[in-house]
């Protein structure tokens, strides 16, 4: 069996193939097969032709004897066996398949696709299935083609739920991408009014004669209403194209031939003989439901049509697709397909009449609505998915893996203050800061003698005492406590600064001008200016004994403050200070800027020829001597912190 | 100007136009009705139920008048004859003149006045094929209900005994008894070879399954069924199906606020029609099959042709000009219109 050396002979090595092929059939092993192919003289690529080839040959040797389906299927087995052990090319099961399928009747078809399911997983694996969609893909449809759709209803659903079950979900070749309909489908029906026979009747009655104009009887049984049958059918028209309904002309028919059917619909209600009885018996199993590709559309039929409650789901879930379509932005529509808002409002109120009839139609009519309200729903979502170019499925692994950087944690004032000892606040803008700064401490500045506007005794009733005191001759009327204003003032003022004003007296209340001048006398006397330098010095006196005590309490605080300071912080030692700049480095001109250094300061310092950690120590050094109380070393990290020199600043912070 | 006039009188008569009867033809090709007016309108239903079927074969082929002195309540036919009463004398006329559209009075009965200056209505005919020949039942409103062979024109028998006019009358046991309800709320059973006493008498309003005493005690239509074992009477009280041999009310047919004008048994229902624009079809049972909206706010008849297979419709008639005719018992498939 070696073939000559040299030229590799195809018809000698395909017959040698074939013969052996036969054999591992017979056998249902590979092993000799194995054995054989590896000895075979001759190139990989030439014998994988060969290989191939012969795969095919066998087949055809094997479906013109008629071996049977069993035989098929296990030599198909054979093949993926080949293929998996890698001694034939993927192609050759699926050339093989549909060889198969393109000789052998339906019947067997049937059969043989079987097993084509049951290999699902193996299509999908990685071996087989990139090779092999394009294969399937066009047996399956050459199937269908060959099989009719009334006939082999089952088979057809078969081979559909293999294509679905095999390919990916975002699959696009068997999509309806420009949502086009299938315009073929017509439905006929008998739309001829029939001529009215007119011919004379010969045949005499006993009971009557008929008169002229009178029809013939026709040869029906049960009267039919053709008004109801005509408009019925004429729907299907519109639902074969709902492109038509957007044209005013047709849309009119449209709505009074469904007002129509939905009316009789309404009136006809379904009995329920069915549930009836299935509550007497026990439950029983769902029969199989009836199915039918095409309406059938004999007028005679209709009365039994309208009973049937199978008859009037398909019809309303019809009416619900149509609406849905209408009402639907897909993205291959016309632009002059729109509805006006009145149709809108139509369909609205006939999809509300048509849920409620399909929940009145028996068996189960409400778990039918919400089925197709659940369906129709999701095809909103298939629609969408189709507008916007049906993009894949898979979630694809985010880029995007850079650490997003550190950010800086915002300050917050409350540390801020820690850090400077109460002193500074640092308001992010330097107007702000510096109105802030002023005077940090909100109660001080609330207490400061700027914000004194309470006059004092003195102040207000100078002017008042002078004018009673009898030598100024002051005259009545021109006194100041004749003014309404004054009055009150000055009863305001007695009464947050003069004790006399809370003494009891046991004269009866006097005339207010005649209260406050008795008032004024009184003040007058206690008045530091009217006594003369006696009650100053006292009140001088007084004053000073207030303001050392002032004084002697601004130190111990100061001196608690300096004592906590030195608790609490590191004093900025010039040891300190020579660490710290030898770590900021050339960075001193940004410490500079955060240090509240001027810029002319600053280029000062640049202009000076020094190095840049003593220039960071100059800087340092001036900046705590300017500012004693604000150089803190808290202060100071907070600043290193700002301007990016944070792990400088960790040296700084206090051990815990 | 005149004929504007007639134009809208024409129309206001037609918004007042109440069909209180209608009639089959012996052969099932025609529907006949009467009004208030006391006109008969004659209609070829076979020409209705065609397929070119339009607005010019929905209105009647033939009317004329048959009643001067008022409306005609009641329609009956015998092979022959089409029997009309009403306000007046209970008429006769022949269904091939009918249909030859020149129908002529074949022969009339006077209603007995029993006192001067009444005359009594005849509310309700009922027809029964004896040996001896047709006789023909009318209650009347003078609380009686009479009897005449139809042959020979006498009147063979009276009933007194109810308190208050008679609302309808039905025949049983093949025409021997013969069933009448009436005002006073008594349905009473009379022995027609006897006469005298009524051989029953049912009281629905003392009966606390079908009183609705709220509603009155007036008992409007009664009716047998074929096996002689029910009669379904109905009005004020409830709708209610009787058993004949106890003579007590089995079941009630709930509808709740509606009198009920006319009752039938047809194969295995049970249709009524009342103060509601309703067609109601009842199983023997007490429970709704359908409930059929029609076009007139009250129905008087309802009507089922049975004597033709072809055109077998189901017609209801009320307080409207027209005439629902159903194909489909389910829905009614269009209107005559009583427009003459």
């Keep these: 069996m070696a073939a000559t050396d040299g030229v590799f002979d195809f018809c000698e090595a395909r017959r040698a193939f074939n013969e052996v092929i036969h054999n591992v059939v017979n056998e249902n092993t590979l092993d000799t097969y194995k054995n054989f192919v590896d000895n075979y003289n001759a190139s990989e690529s030439e014998k994988r032709v060969t290989i191939d080839q012969s795969f095919r040959d066998v087949l055809r040797e094997l479906t013109s004897a008629d071996r049977g389906c069993n035989v098929y299927k296990n030599f198909i087995c054979l093949t993926i066996e080949a293929v998996t052990s890698e001694l034939c090319t993927p192609t050759v099961p699926f050339m093989c398949l549909t060889d198969i399928f393109d000789v052998i009747p339906i019947d067997q078809c049937e059969d043989m696709f079987g097993l084509v399911e049951d290999k699902v997983s193996v299509w999908k694996s990685q071996v087989f299935y990139d090779t092999g969609k394009n294969f399937l893909l066009r047996m399956c449809n050459d199937l269908l083609r060959r099989l009719s759709k009334s006939q082999n209803t089952v088979f057809c659903g078969r081979i559909q739920l293999f294509l679905s079950r095999l390919f990916p979900l975002a699959e696009k070749s068997a999509l309806n991408l420009m949502s086009q309909f299938n315009l073929e489908n017509i439905t006929l029906y008998s739309q001829i009014k029939p001529e009215p026979n007119t011919e004379e009747n010969g045949k005499t009655d006993d009971k009557m004669e008929t008169g002229d104009g009178e029809i013939e009887d026709n040869k029906t049984d049960t009267p039919i209403d053709y008004n109801l049958y005509r408009k019925f059918w004429s729907l299907q028209d519109f639902f074969r194209k709902p492109g038509q309904c957007y044209e005013k002309k047709f849309w009119v028919n449209f709505v009074a031939n469904s007002d129509a059917v939905l009316e009789a619909f309404n009136s006809s209600k379904l009995d329920d003989l069915k549930a009836s009885k299935k509550k007497i018996d026990q439950r029983r199993q769902q029969e199989p439901d009836a199915f039918f590709a095409k309406y059938l559309t004999s007028e005679k039929l209709l009365n039994l049509q309208l009973n049937d409650s199978n008859f009037r789901r398909y019809v309303l879930v019809q009416f619900l697709i149509i609406f849905q379509y209408l009402n639907a932005p897909v993205k291959f529509k016309n632009q002059a397909s729109v509805l006006s808002d009145d149709q809108s409002n139509w369909i609205k109120s006939s999809t509300e009449k048509i849920y409620q009839l399909i929940k009145e139609t028996p068996p189960d009519g409400e778990k039918f609505a919400k089925t197709v309200e659940h369906i129709l729903g999701r095809e909103e979502f298939w629609n969408k998915w189709k507008n916007d170019a049906c993009p894949d499925f898979e979630r694809k692994v985010s880029e995007d893996t850079k650490k997003p950087q550190r950010r800086a944690k915002r300050r917050r004032i409350g540390d801020d203050l820690q850090a400077s000892g109460g002193k500074v606040i640092k308001m992010g803008h330097p107007e702000l800061t510096r109105l802030w700064n002023l005077n940090p401490n909100n109660m001080d500045a609330c207490k400061a003698e700027e914000r004194m506007f309470l006059p004092t005794l003195e102040d207000f009733f100078q002017d008042a005492i002078e004018q009673n005191d009898p030598d100024a001759q002051v005259e009545e009327e021109y006194k100041l406590t004749n003014d309404q204003t004054f009055q009150w003032k000055a009863l305001r003022l007695l009464a947050r600064r003069s004790p006399q004003f809370f003494t009891n007296s046991t004269t009866p209340a006097q005339e207010l001008k005649s209260y406050l001048n008795s008032m004024l006398s009184k003040l007058a006397k206690q008045m530091p200016s009217q006594q003369g330098e006696e009650m100053k010095t006292d009140v001088e006196d007084e004053e000073g004994i207030k303001e050392t005590q002032d004084d002697e309490d601004i130190k111990q605080s100061d001196q608690g403050k300096e004592e906590d300071t030195e608790n609490k912080e590191i004093v900025l030692s010039k040891k300190v200070i020579r660490d710290i700049s030898e770590k900021i480095g050339k960075d001193w001109k940004k410490l500079a800027v955060e240090l509240s250094f001027e810029e002319d300061e600053i280029s000062y310092f640049m202009s000076e020829e020094q190095p840049e950690v003593e220039k960071a120590v100059k800087i340092l050094t001036i900046w705590i001597e300017n500012e004693p109380e604000k150089a803190t070393a808290s202060a100071l990290s907070v600043a290193l912190k700002e301007v990016g020199l944070s792990d400088v600043a960790d040296t700084l912070s206090p051990p815990v | ?340």
């Design chain 2, 1 to 340: 100007m005149k004929e504007q006039n007639s134009d809208s009188l024409s129309k206001r008569k037609l918004l007042h136009t109440t069909v209180y009867s209608q009639c089959f033809s012996p052969c099932g090709k025609y529907l006949v009705a009467a009004n208030n007016f006391g006109d008969i309108a004659v209609y070829s239903l076979v020409a209705a139920l065609a397929p070119n079927a339009d607005d010019g074969t929905r209105k009647p082929i033939y009317s004329f008048k048959a009643s001067t002195e008022g409306s005609i309540y009641s329609l009956l036919s015998t092979e022959t004859l089409l029997i009309s009463a009403g306000n007046g004398d209970i008429c006769a006329w022949k269904w091939s003149e009918i249909l030859d559209k020149a129908a002529k009075l074949v022969w009339s009965i006077k209603v007995p006045q029993l006192q001067a200056y009444t005359n009594p209505e005849i509310n309700s005919l009922a027809l029964s094929k004896q040996e001896t020949g047709l006789q023909l039942f009318a209650g009347s409103g003078d609380n009686n209900v009479y009897t005449w062979d139809i042959e020979s024109g006498q009147q063979t028998n009276s009933f007194s005994g109810h308190k208050d006019y008679v609302h309808c009358v039905c025949t049983k046991n093949s025409g021997r008894e013969c069933v009448s309800a009436s005002e006073d709320g008594t349905v009473r059973i009379w022995d027609c070879r006897v006469g005298g006493e009524a051989i029953h008498v049912l009281e629905p309003n003392k009966h606390d399954l079908t009183a609705r005493l709220d509603m009155g005690k007036w008992v409007g239509c009664v009716t047998c069924d074929n096996n002689e074992d029910w009669l379904t009477l109905g009005g004020a009280p409830h709708l209610s199906s009787w058993h004949l041999r106890s003579l007590e009310p089995i079941c009630i047919f709930n509808s709740p606020g509606v009198t009920h004008n006319y009752v039938s048994f047809y194969e295995d229902t049970i249709l009524s029609g009342g103060s509601e624009g309703y067609v109601n079809h009842w199983y023997v049972n007490g429970e709704v099959k359908r409930k059929v909206p029609c076009s007139a706010a009250n129905v008087f008849n309802i009507n089922v042709n049975t004597g033709s297979e072809n055109n077998k419709v189901l017609c209801v008639a009320g307080s409207s000009p027209k005439i629902d005719v159903c194909t489909n018992f389910g829905y009614t498939a269009f209107s005559l219109l009583f427009a003459l």
